[in-house]
């Protein structure tokens, strides 16, 4: 089974750091791309990065590029994404999700999730 766990949110405050984690076990990561969603409190989940290892792709929302950066460690078959300069928009349950070989924006085409991370900014 495809599970992606994440890990590392909290409280900060603006202008701050934030690394989060995600933990993806029942798959061969290589052939997997993983995703970074949020969601704030009445908004809709939206797309803000995402790391192919098929073809090493990376891809940011325009919100996040520049401040935002995604990686990953094969040997823990994990995927970070290193947050700066936060802002108090940024705050947001933070998910990943998995899907096969390449990144989507469409968040229909990940059929794998995990259960969210808070991140709060603080003005």
Same mark, same amino acid.
């Given at each position: 089974?495809?599970?992606?766990?994440?890990?590392?949110?909290?409280?900060?405050?603006?202008?701050?750091?934030?690394?989060?984690?995600?933990?993806?076990?029942?798959?061969?990561?290589?052939?997997?791309?993983?995703?970074?969603?949020?969601?704030?409190?009445? $908004?809709? =989940?939206?797309? @803000? &990065?995402?790391?192919?290892? #098929?073809?090493?792709?990376?891809?940011?929302?325009? *919100?996040? $590029?520049? =401040?935002?950066? @995604? &990686?990953?460690?094969?040997? #823990?078959?994990?995927?970070?994404?290193?947050?700066? *300069?936060? $802002?108090?928009?940024?705050?947001?349950?933070?998910?990943?999700?998995?899907?096969?070989?390449?990144?989507?924006?469409?968040?229909?085409?990940?059929?794998?999730?995990?259960?969210?991370?808070?991140?709060?900014?603080?003005?």
């Amino acid at each position: 089974e495809v599970q992606p766990v994440e890990s590392g949110g909290g409280l900060v405050q603006a202008g701050g750091s934030l690394r989060l984690s995600c933990a993806v076990s029942g798959i061969t990561f290589d052939d997997y791309a993983i995703a970074w969603f949020r969601q704030a409190p009445g $908004k809709e =989940r939206e797309g @803000i &990065s995402c790391i192919s290892r #098929r073809d090493g792709s990376a891809y940011y929302v325009e *919100s996040v $590029k520049g =401040r935002f950066a @995604i &990686s990953s460690d094969n040997a #823990r078959n994990t995927v970070y994404l290193q947050m700066t *300069s936060l $802002k108090p928009e940024d705050t947001a349950v933070y998910y990943c999700a998995a899907r096969l070989y390449l990144c989507s924006q469409y968040k229909a085409w990940y059929m794998n999730w995990g259960q969210g991370t808070q991140v709060t900014v603080s003005s």
